[in-house]
């Protein structure tokens, strides 16, 4: 009985909290996600050198692990000299600026589409389910190169074409998520207390999706970035000499067989970042326990 | 159930012509193809004379339908650049990619199969957890810098296998693997989770309670209902791969439609890019048609939706 007395307990916000510290691999996810977006962020400040500033004096210099290194260069250099420290901290602007920018485009035209299909069913969600189809039919990387070769290769162009693209899943997630939120109770109350559809969808829907539109984002915009970076790779991404980690392995390609760190380097700053976002997607997850993400 | 198929159907034919429609304005807006056939040096009357041969001076939405047409009957035009019919060309290439993406989607299914299974039976064990790391790494190693180390290791420093070119074999081992292992994760997972669901479910408990040996409840009763929508969701992988296997194609020099269709890009040889985009996207309809219906069969609430 002395229980009685209304327990003050830690609000749910920090309990979310506590669980996803308590989630191991989410942490790390998030940890390593947060530096490289500091490092992106404050790139002037921590690059040793110009990410572009050649010096042909200096060309294909080795990392630190080899003998013949030198010390103003911990990564080595790039074949017309430039470091390759500098050139991976600025490539980390790059990618995840695509990853960030094509997620909030294909974000918008996923759950605008996939909450209106769900909450609206009929008419609308079969559109939306033509919509949906159409889109997962058209083989994604050969449409992106052939606009690619279109328009031409830019920052901006390629953050288009993925933005434009990748907003499947928002939809098919959002449209489940939505039409299981749309038989809820609190909506039926709403709904018979004469609340408009544009309230219903801004008051009640929209809080109750965001943390399966969360997942969906981290597994988009790793697939942004990895699509980037083949883009690039291929010499249909951004425009050279920008430092992106895709045109940094297309530039190490033909170096291969000698210096292989060319290629080791960038590739594995891809990875740790796109295993950092697939962390921080994954446990999301676990820790709120919804989003059904299946690809 | 059948008014689902009939619908399904529908929608799918719908999703097909708009995709041909597509193919066919998209290679239209990159310019004028006269011009892409003549080549840069070509004087006025060279064009009009490409424009004439090629029909180019008709209605554009009289072109697309004599195009359709004859696309449906297997005549994707000529190629600009190596003035080949186009389904020739494809016919010697598709096989390639073909091959390439059974036999991935086969390594992918190889891998996460046995994985689901053991991730699902010993649920929460370490066990599992090595599954489970497996398939993080695999969503995110990129999958032509996983192509270029394998190259590195078994190809130039441990000389095991070739690194391009379309062969024998040993050409297919490393763009299959890469191509297979980027697939795996969400197949394991898909297992994993119809494994755990078929465990814990009624027609499990009761084969138990009779006393069933535990293997022929695993592999008889669980698996096989936990197979099936892998089983789908493997269809529609494998029609990914022949749109996503552009990359691996192109790393390995593998002769398939992925580079054929890279290299007409470059090139602008809009033909042989609109067949190889209608042909992929095709065979994508067709196998998510299949996968739905087989997921329809298997639930009774979809097959009563309608």
Redesign the interface.
């Known amino acids: 009985m002395a229980d009685q007395t209304p327990a003050v307990g830690p609000s749910p916000g920090r309990i979310a909290l506590r669980r996803m510290l308590a989630h191991r691999?989410f942490a790390l996810g998030v940890s390593v996600l947060l530096v490289m977006t500091l490092m992106a962020i404050f790139a002037p400040l921590i690059a040793p050198h110009d990410p572009y500033a050649t010096d042909l004096t200096q060309r294909l210099l080795p990392p630190f692990w080899h003998d013949d290194s030198v010390p103003e260069h911990i990564l080595g250099t790039d074949k017309v000299g430039r470091d390759y420290l500098s050139r991976l901290i600025y490539g980390a602007r790059v990618s995840l600026a695509i990853g960030v920018l094509a997620v909030l485009l294909s974000g918008l035209i996923g759950t605008v589409l996939g909450v209106a299909a769900g909450y609206f069913g009929g008419k609308v969600d079969a559109v939306v389910?033509?919509l949906i189809?159409?889109r997962?039919?058209?083989?994604?990387?050969?449409?992106a190169?052939?606009?690619v070769?279109?328009f031409g290769s830019s920052l901006t162009i390629v953050i288009l074409v993925l933005g434009l693209f990748l907003w499947d899943q928002f939809a098919v997630v959002m449209r489940s998520v939505t039409k299981q939120i749309r038989s809820q109770d609190y909506v039926r109350a709403a709904r018979a207390a004469g609340a408009s559809h544009m309230r219903i969808l801004w008051r009640e829907i929209l809080p109750n999706v965001r943390e399966p539109l969360l997942v969906v984002a981290t597994v988009e915009m790793?697939n942004a970035i990895?699509l980037e970076?083949?883009l690039s790779?291929?010499g249909?991404g951004v425009q050279a000499p920008l430092p992106s980690w895709g045109l940094m392995?297309s530039d190490a390609?033909e170096f291969?067989?000698f210096d292989?760190w060319l290629?080791?380097i960038p590739?594995c700053a891809?990875?740790a970042l796109?295993?950092a976002i697939?962390?921080t997607g994954?446990g999301l997850r676990d820790v709120t326990g919804r989003g059904g993400v299946?690809? | 159930m059948l008014r689902y198929v009939i619908r399904r159907f529908l929608l799918a034919l719908l999703t097909l012509i708009t995709v041909s429609a597509l193919a066919f304005f998209m290679t239209w807006l990159s310019g004028d193809p006269a011009l892409a056939i003549a080549g840069d040096t070509a004087s006025a009357e060279d064009i009009a004379a490409v424009r004439d041969h090629y029909g180019l001076d008709r209605p554009i939405v009289a072109q697309y339908f004599s195009w359709a047409g004859r696309a449906l009957r297997g005549d994707f035009g000529v190629s600009y650049h190596f003035d080949l019919p186009v389904s020739e060309m494809l016919a010697t290439r598709l096989p390639v990619t073909m091959t390439l993406g059974a036999a991935s989607i086969l390594f992918a299914l190889a891998l996460a199969i046995p994985l689901g299974v053991l991730a699902a039976v010993y649920n929460n064990t370490i066990i599992d957890r090595a599954a489970l790391t497996i398939a993080v790494l695999g969503q995110a190693i990129p999958t032509f810098w996983f192509a270029l180390m394998m190259m590195i290791l078994f190809g130039i420093t441990l000389r095991w296998l070739p690194i391009s070119g379309g062969g024998s074999w040993a050409h297919y081992v490393m763009p299959t693997i890469a191509l297979g292992y980027f697939a795996t994760p969400v197949l394991m997972r898909l297992t994993r989770a119809g494994m755990l669901e078929a465990l814990e479910s009624d027609y499990i408990r009761t084969a138990r309670a009779y006393g069933l040996p535990i293997r022929s409840i695993l592999f008889r009763h669980a698996l096989r209902n936990a197979l099936i929508p892998v089983v789908a969701l493997a269809a529609v992988q494998f029609g990914f791969m022949l749109g996503g296997s552009i990359v691996i194609e192109t790393v390995f020099s593998l002769p398939g439609i992925g580079w054929l269709g890279y290299d007409a890009i470059l090139r602008g040889d809009l033909p042989v890019v609109q067949a190889i985009l209608l042909v992929v996207a095709g065979f994508y309809v067709i196998l998510t048609f299949l996968a739905d219906l087989l997921n329809a069969a298997l639930d009774p609430r979809m097959r009563s939706a309608g």
């Open positions: 691999s389910t033509y189809g159409t997962l039919s058209l083989p994604l990387f050969l449409v190169l052939a606009v070769a279109m790793a990895i970076a083949s790779f291929l249909f392995l390609r291969m067989f292989p290629l080791t590739g891809l990875f796109l295993l697939n962390l994954d299946l690809r």
